[in-house]
């Protein structure tokens, strides 16, 4: 519960310098309007960049704040290598695996294949969303690898819930759980979080 606590914390800091340089430019944007009505000239205010740039970065960047506000940490475990190659199987899966879907019988069959790294990436992905998810929400989960990629069958205990099933397709079914972060800070924490 304290990691739960000590990721919001994070949240919150994390998110102080933008509620305060929104309220900056607020204040600034308003001075200028008051300036050019008065025909004055506005004092400069040094704008101050927030993106780091690319999101895996930044995921990373979130992750190993919330490690140094926490002082149990254990260092000696810690690695964040681990997050960085989990965050490309994650880029692989989402922007370069092609899905073919295919309706079953209480469910979806989505083919998932790719070349080189992507092969892999599908694999390790699709096998460790199976694993934590599989029974949540009344979804059966089963992989099975084929050559390129696996594929990923997904079973609902309710008929109501094929067409949500549809709806998300492969791509929105991994999103499921909105575990992704709790994994993320497991996976850099040097837990294996899906053992």
Known sequence: MSRYI????????????????TQTTQHHDH?????????TKPSSA???????GQSAFAAIQE???????????????????????HLADMDNV????????????????????????????IRRMLTAHAATMNGTRGFRYEVAEVP???ILSVYVSKPSDLQKLSGLG???????GAHHQEHHLALASGQSPHH
């Not at 040094?46 to 780091?52: G, L, N, S």
């Open 63 to 85: 992750i190993v704040a919330i490690l140094e506000a926490d002082p149990e940490t254990d260092w000696s475990r810690v690695d964040i290598e681990a997050l960085r190659n």
């Open 31 to 39: 001075s200028a309007a008051q300036h050019a009505a008065h025909g």
């Open 94 to 121: 989402t922007l370069r695996a092609d899905v073919k879907t295919l309706p079953v019988e209480d469910g979806y069959r989505f083919t998932v294949t790719g070349d080189g790294d992507v092969t892999n990436s």
């Open 148 to 150: 390129g990629g696996a």
């Open 170 to 176: 492969f791509i929105g079914v991994l999103t499921l």
């Open 6 to 21: 000590l990721a919001l914390t994070a949240a919150i800091v994390c998110s102080a310098p933008v509620l305060a340089e």
């Open 46 to 52: 040094k704008a101050v960049p927030r993106e780091p």
